[in-house]
């Protein structure tokens, strides 16, 4: 591949971020274009579920504002073209407002955005979703209105910090997950089981496996229909509902799109020697799991894969390194750290390998065909560590030992 002048990242959150900084970082001098659906700076997401809601506004990502680049915020992609024939290793970006970004390298990190409810029930008031920091605001503000009712749909990572968060000011709160305990896919049952038992002991109404057919009410939410017949009174909802990947602006661009970007190992997209992806709008086969799609929503994955595309954009396919991190995640829920690591779903084996009553701590592995593929724990911070690692090492779960 020859060499690159002009880079445009499509994406500006922490993935666009990333791979913005780690250009220049690794040498890139030629021309360097953000483009930010949003009209702030990069900031930072996690805080927006927990300590935003509390008050704290201070999301700011360590140089945002730093970075060598042309920033055009407030702009949306709508269309890709890549080059072929003579113009191959070019292409084209062009955004909501006609104006067409020239490239010969290019980074897509577009993210994702929140599930919705259908059109016709989302105008109601008192309904919330939670990706943006304006997102968090409007949510925060009613939430210390003090509702009556909170009902949170989604019992995974938002849902399960906003009904914490709730709970911590004192709010009545019920939450409606259609999976048999909350987060089972990516904790295992053990430590579903245990998080289901943990919200219902920190006051929160737990209703599983069923599902929301509709918001009721005039102009304002009133309550929330399930599909056992079941209303559930709410004066304040927020759906969790999960996330759809920003891909429509890739439709007749030749990248393959199947719930999300799909690239290779070394997250070029298509095969293209001059588009990576990184971050919540990847699918990439990951070498430890037999080449499995995996798609991760968390912040280490958007920062550590953002900056190994650029990397790799810089190289050429020849010299591109695989990303082969393990995935995880952690979270907070009423107090007690909540972390996975690898792809738990995989597993055909499970097996409890800590737990302890004085500190509340619990670690599972799961292995499949022998194997570990996944773990889960309960405030046990270093038990994760180690069977991260010993997921990376592919080690048999028979020699897991913590």
Request: aromatic fraction near 4%; charge should be neutral.
């Amino acid at each position: 591949m020859g060499t690159i002048n002009r880079a445009v990242v499509v994406g500006g959150s922490l993935a666009g971020l990333r791979a913005a900084q780690t250009l220049r970082q690794e040498g890139f001098a030629g021309d360097l274009t953000v483009v930010s659906a949003e009209s702030h700076l990069p900031y930072n997401r996690p805080p927006l579920s927990k300590s935003v809601l509390n008050g704290d506004d201070d999301v700011a990502l360590p140089g945002a504002g730093e970075v060598d680049c042309r920033w055009i915020r407030g702009r949306r992609a709508v269309r890709l073209a890549t080059g072929a024939g003579p113009s191959a290793g070019t292409g084209t970006v062009v955004l909501d407002d006609g104006t067409p970004l020239s490239f010969d390298g290019l980074v897509i990190a577009t993210g994702a955005r929140p599930r919705r409810f259908p059109a016709e029930q989302a105008p109601l008031e008192g309904v919330h979703v939670l990706r943006t920091i304006e997102d968090a605001l409007a949510l925060r503000a009613s939430l210390d209105a003090g509702p009556d009712h909170v009902v949170v749909i989604g019992g995974g990572f938002v849902g399960g910090e906003v009904a914490s968060t709730a709970r911590e000011k004192g709010l009545a709160v019920t939450l409606i997950d259609a999976a048999p305990l909350p987060m089972v896919r990516a904790l295992s049952a053990h430590a579903a089981g245990w998080l289901a038992r943990h919200h219902k002991e920190n006051g929160v109404e737990l209703i599983s496996g069923v599902r929301v057919t509709a918001l009721e009410g005039e102009r304002r939410v009133s309550g929330v229909r399930l599909d056992d017949g079941r209303l559930i009174p709410a004066s304040l909802v927020v759906a969790g509902l999960g996330v759809v990947p920003n891909t429509e602006w890739l439709d007749g661009s030749g990248i393959r799109v199947e719930g999300g970007v799909v690239t290779t190992a070394t997250l070029f997209a298509s095969g293209l020697p001059n588009v990576v992806a990184a971050g919540d709008v990847v699918r990439w086969p990951h070498e430890l799991f037999g080449g499995e799609l995996v798609r991760g929503e968390h912040w280490a994955i958007a920062n550590d894969q953002a900056a190994l595309a650029a990397r790799n954009l810089l190289r050429g396919p020849a010299e591109a390194e695989p990303f082969t991190d393990v995935p995880s995640f952690s979270t907070y829920v009423h107090r007690a750290r909540v972390q996975s690591a690898g792809l738990p779903h995989l597993a055909d084996e499970t097996r409890i390998v800590a737990r302890s009553e004085s500190d509340g701590s619990l670690a599972v592995a799961l292995a499949r065909a022998g194997v570990l593929v996944g773990a889960a724990t309960i405030n046990g911070h270093k038990y994760l560590m180690r069977l991260r690692r010993a997921i990376a090492a592919r080690t048999p779960v028979s020699e897991v030992v913590l």
